[in-house]
């Protein structure tokens, strides 16, 4: 009896292992943002999205699809390994190449570091259209990389980096689409031209900018010289016509003092016509200048001569009509 006992014990074990084994097998748990593959005999049967799921052990599975990673060592080296992975992540991943030598169109090699972000959009896709999904991108983006800067030159490759992502982004995303992936964007991390290359256009940059502090400070001159001619300019037209407008005021004031002082004599004029009715006014006004101009004659400390006028006999009958003027005017 014993040993029927313990045979009968140990088919309960192996019936109760092999149940939690099959209820084991039976759950599956599939977490937010991944997608898991499910063939059943071997033929895809359908794709588990996230939450609890049951699957038929033996006769379903996960399709196990392989993964290529890329590892950077210190900067200059990388290794690749592959894994087999059973859960597709459908999240935006990056994937950063390791730098590679391409040659432009004239003849320049150069290395350029690139980043590519991507996305799986269609999980069967992914795992059926393409064996090693990650892999595929990265040579396709090494290949279009070689064949768009093939057909730049070096100026243009080192100013272009917008064009460049953008013409990268186009035709990954179009060659990628039947994989079920979805390339949102590419981007040229670094490019480095050869360092013959970089000690010449350091040197172009060197002379290019000597060149514009040259042409500024040139440009600065001219405009210096330039604002000190037109200062000078307004200077002297400022003067000018500050010493036009003084000799119009002058002029004005002479041609007023005159006409003052004709008008004082036409007033003495008639007042002597009126006092002496048939008096000439004539003398007397000779006379009064003969007057006023005696001081400015005898001017000077040695004159010992006094010059008289030619005429003297005019003047002593100027004087006489002076005179009888005066008379007039007492009567």
Do not use: C
Request: proline share 4%; glycine share 4%.
């Amino acid at each position: 009896m014993p040993v029927p006992m313990f045979g009968m014990s140990v088919v309960l074990i192996g019936v109760g292992l092999f149940f939690v084994i099959f209820l084991l097998k039976s759950v599956y748990m599939v977490r937010q943002a991944e997608a898991v593959i499910i063939e059943r005999l071997g033929k895809y049967d359908r794709i588990l999205l996230p939450g609890l799921h049951i699957i038929v052990p033996f006769l379903e599975r996960p399709r196990e699809v392989i993964w290529t990673y890329v590892r950077d060592v210190d900067g200059r080296r990388h290794y690749r390994y592959s894994q087999l992975i059973k859960r597709v992540d459908l999240r935006e991943s990056v994937y950063d190449f390791p730098k590679q030598n391409v040659i432009t169109k004239d003849n320049v090699t150069m290395e350029i570091n690139a980043l590519l972000y991507y996305q799986i959009t269609d999980p069967k896709a992914a795992v059926y259209e393409v064996k090693n999904l990650s892999e595929a991108i990265e040579k396709l983006t090494q290949t279009t990389l070689r064949n768009v800067i093939g057909s730049m030159d070096l100026d243009e490759t080192l100013v272009s980096r917008d064009a460049i992502n953008a013409r990268l982004q186009a035709i990954l995303d179009e060659a990628t689409d039947k994989w079920g992936v979805k390339v949102n964007r590419v981007e040229l991390q670094e490019v480095n031209p050869p360092s013959d290359i970089r000690q010449a256009m350091e040197k172009q940059m060197r002379a290019e900018r000597d060149r514009r502090a040259v042409i500024l400070e040139a440009e600065g001159s001219k405009r210096s010289k330039i604002l000190e001619a037109e200062g000078v300019k307004e200077s002297k037209v400022l003067r000018a016509t500050g010493e036009a407008e003084s000799v119009i005021l002058r002029a004005e004031a002479e041609a007023q003092a005159r006409l003052k002082v004709a008008q004082a004599e036409s007033k003495a004029i008639e007042m002597i016509q009126a006092s002496v009715p048939k008096g000439d006014p004539l003398p007397y006004m000779i006379a009064m200048q003969y007057i006023k101009a005696l001081p400015q004659m005898m001017e000077g400390k040695d004159d010992k001569m006094i010059v008289v006028p030619y005429e003297a006999s005019s003047l002593v009958g100027s004087l006489s009509s002076v005179k009888s003027i005066f008379d007039g005017l007492k009567k």
